[in-house]
């Protein structure tokens, strides 16, 4: 819906779904993207860590170029 909104609306959509796959709470550390209920990383609990936030922030250069 958020993609469909933004394409009707002539603006770019970062698709932060396909990136994330496999990088959940559940992961290993080091490669997860979200930290669990207890973070080993420095991030709130069940929010993305900095390898997260970095790979978001890659995404969303990449699509607004």
Excluded at 3 to 17: E, P
Excluded at 21 to 26: K, P
Excluded at 31 to 54: D, Q, T, Y
């Amino acid at each position: 819906m958020l993609k469909q909104q933004a394409v009707a609306n002539g603006v770019a959509f970062a698709d932060l779904n396909a990136p994330t796959l496999g990088r959940d709470a559940c992961g290993l550390p080091g490669h997860r993207w979200v930290e669990p209920s207890i973070p080993l990383a420095p991030a709130a609990p069940v929010h993305p860590n900095a390898k997260g936030m970095h790979g978001i922030a890659q995404q969303i250069i990449e699509t607004i170029g």
